[in-house]
């Protein structure tokens, strides 16, 4: 009877040892295995992936994994990191992924539909790769998203019209590409100028300024008519030049203070200034104002070249930069 028990203590303690294993953690653990499933779909020349072992209990403690108080990923950071091959499907798996960061790498391939299952995505950028094929229509689920940057890659196809329905969406770059087709310009795409879709030859539309064939020609703005002038009588010519006159010296007075400061603004050497907000944009992390010389701004900026415009205002342009530790910022030149 004593042997009986024994035996029956021993097998219990072998199972439950057995099921303690990391080996079978990690084979219960779906996010571990969907990333064990990218590193090994991956060429890594530089080891950055190096860390991500198998038989650890799960991803948390891996290099570039960010988890949340549940041991749930949430971030993947591979961006300049010098990969390659192709991404997996088991990427929707990472069910409370918010950042999937792989740009500047040379990934190629297509990008997996499944990546529509990552409902609580935030940013998703894949820029600079090598990608292929279509943009998946099933992006449009991501109703979270607010980053979108597919840019520089060699997508082809539409663009999916479901994207328009991501109401979050607030940075949009799909430039570089070799998109065809239509531009959307309702929904959230109403946002976007033509700098987002800049240089995909075959793109149309109102925003990129091209007619789509088969379309009426953009109408023309209609011309400038010259107001006619408003004739004074005769008799009050010789007031009014007198009134004029003291008018012209009275603004010439009041004007002299601003001309002298403005002119001694131009000799004072350029300053910019800008504050990103750190949690806006995955890839800028400076969350207080710094200060630049201007000769760094000009080297981020391409030279404030026009191609980087972002947009316009009362104080002047605003250009995207890249500065030398890869940080991508907004600069206002004024």
């Known amino acids: 009877m004593e042997r009986k028990v024994g ?14 294993h990391p080996a079978w953690l990690v084979l219960g653990n779906m996010e571990g295995d969907a990333l064990h499933s990218l590193r090994s779909n991956l060429y890594d020349p530089n080891n950055v992936l190096q860390s991500w072992d198998p038989t650890l209990v799960n991803p948390c403690t ?44 040379n990934i190629s ?17 894949l820029y600079l790769n090598s990608f292929t094929g279509l943009i998946p229509d099933t992006l449009g689920k991501l109703s979270k998203l607010r980053f979108l940057r597919l840019n520089n ?19 949009l770059d799909l430039s570089n590409n070799r998109l065809s087709g239509v531009v959307p310009d309702n929904g959230s795409f109403s946002l976007f100028t033509p700098i987002s879709f800049a240089n995909n030859l075959d793109l149309c539309g109102p925003v990129t300024g091209h007619p789509c064939p088969g379309s009426p020609p953009f109408s023309p703005p209609p011309p ?13 010519s010789a007031t009014g030049a007198i009134a004029g006159g003291v008018a012209a010296g009275a603004a010439l007075l009041f004007a002299a203070p601003a001309l002298a400061f403005a002119w001694w603004r131009r000799r ?37 070249s026009n191609k980087n415009i972002l947009g316009r205002g009362g104080f002047g342009k605003v250009y995207k930069g890249r500065l030398a530790d890869g940080s991508l910022v907004a600069v206002k030149k004024t």
């Open 7 to 20: 035996d029956f203590l021993f097998a219990w303690l072998l199972i439950l040892a057995l099921l303690m």
């Open 62 to 105: 891996w290099f570039h994994v960010t988890c949340n108080n549940d041991n749930s990923v949430i971030r993947v950071d591979l961006g300049n990191a010098a990969l390659s091959g192709q991404l997996v499907p088991q990427l929707g798996l990472l069910k409370n992924l918010q950042y999937l960061e792989l740009y500047s790498n």
């Open 109 to 125: 391939g297509p990008i997996p539909s499944d990546l529509g299952n990552l409902t609580t995505l935030v940013s998703l950028d």
């Open 153 to 171: 890659n060699s997508l082809m196809g539409p663009i999916p019209m479901s994207l328009t329905n991501i109401s979050a969406l607030q940075v």
């Open 224 to 236: 400038f008519v010259q107001p006619p002038p408003i004739s004074s009588p005769g008799g009050n």
């Open 268 to 304: 004072k050497p350029q300053e910019f200034f800008f504050d990103v907000p750190a949690e806006e944009d995955p890839e800028v992390h400076l969350g207080q104002l710094k200060r630049f010389s201007l000769r760094e701004l000009q080297v981020a900026t391409d030279t404030f």
